[in-house]
């Protein structure tokens, strides 16, 4: 969103959400969005992190998937 005017620069639908986070890089360029969500017919939790190129026109956005426990060390623990 744009302000003062309040316009809408950029919007994401995001379903399935258990838990999101907003993270600002400091000066401003950046906008990481953890989305945590429960993808359908599957147990367990995929997170997802969005990441708003902010200064870029139309404002691009990447997605990084991690699926598994995102509080592991490595990252991805195996399935049961």
Known sequence: MQLPSRQ??????????????????RQGDYLCVK????????QGVVTNFEIF????KQVPVDVV????????KTGNTPPP
Request: with cysteine; glycine share 6%.
């Open 65 to 72: 998937e991690m699926k598994g426990d995102p509080e592991s």
């Open 8 to 25: 809408e620069i950029r919007v994401r639908n995001l379903f399935n959400v258990v838990d999101c986070k907003l993270h600002w890089q």
């Open 53 to 56: 190129r902010m200064r870029e």
């Open 35 to 42: 989305v945590d969500r429960t993808p359908k017919g599957t």
